[in-house]
């Protein structure tokens, strides 16, 4: 698994729970510089799995992005 496919699955646990967190305590929970959070977080945007707030400082889980967190492992 790769690096940033691992930390965007670990984005997602943490904001699983549905509300606002900024991108400062997501980069500080998955140990990452904010620059590198910040791409990831835009691709998880880009694909509907989270949303930013109109600042675009913080971010929440969408329905899509839940769903996926529920699909089996393989």
Same mark, same amino acid.
């Given at each position: 698994? =790769?690096?940033?496919? @691992? $930390?965007?699955?670990? $984005?997602?646990?943490? $904001? &699983?729970?549905?509300?606002? $967190? =900024? #991108?400062?305590?997501?980069? &500080?929970? #998955?140990?990452?510089? /904010?620059? &590198?959070?910040? &791409?990831? +977080? ?11 707030? /109109?600042?675009? =400082? @913080?971010? @929440?889980? =969408? ?5 996926? +967190?529920? +699909? /089996?492992?393989?």
């Amino acid at each position: 698994m =790769t690096t940033a496919f @691992r $930390i965007s699955g670990e $984005i997602l646990e943490y $904001i &699983k729970t549905g509300g606002w $967190i =900024t #991108v400062r305590d997501i980069s &500080k929970q #998955v140990g990452i510089a /904010p620059e &590198k959070s910040i &791409k990831i +977080l835009d691709f998880l945007s880009e694909f509907e799995f989270i949303e930013f707030d /109109p600042d675009n =400082t @913080r971010i @929440r889980i =969408t329905d899509l992005g839940e769903g996926f +967190l529920e +699909l /089996p492992e393989i």
